[in-house]
């Protein structure tokens, strides 16, 4: 059983920045490749944000917040980072962090609002 925790999420104004956290406990780290995903208010379905491969750390992201978002992994804290620059109304929702076999966490909020 693999567990994820996301955390850093909170209230932000329009333009600044924030880094979420995911600390993976369960499995060996770098064995697996991860993602994060959000869901926006009002049940709006969860949507890709970005993704890091175990195996080379090859990224992809959203075409919405390329440039603006950043995923990394610290394999000695078994934890990944998405940093997030310029953020926009737009990006506000619940976070989650998952694997590439299906675990996900439980979410954390980003609000964006002057």
């Known amino acids: 059983q693999v567990h994820l925790v996301e955390s850093g999420g909170g209230l932000v104004q329009p333009g600044g920045s924030l880094r979420l956290s995911c600390e993976v406990s369960?499995?060996?780290?770098?064995?697996?490749?991860y993602g994060w995903f959000r869901q926006a208010p009002l049940g709006k379905e969860r949507a890709f944000v970005a993704?890091?491969?175990?195996?080379?750390?090859?990224?992809k992201y959203a075409d919405s917040v390329s440039g603006r978002f950043t995923i990394s992994k610290d394999n000695d804290k078994n934890t990944v980072y998405l940093q997030m620059n310029n953020l926009k109304p737009e990006d506000t929702g619940v976070y989650y962090c998952?694997?590439?076999?299906?675990?996900w966490g439980q979410g954390t909020q980003v609000t964006v609002s002057s």
């Open positions: 993704a890091i491969n175990r195996s080379r750390g090859g990224v």
């Open positions: 998952n694997t590439n076999e299906g675990y």
């Open positions: 369960g499995r060996t780290f770098s064995t697996l490749s």
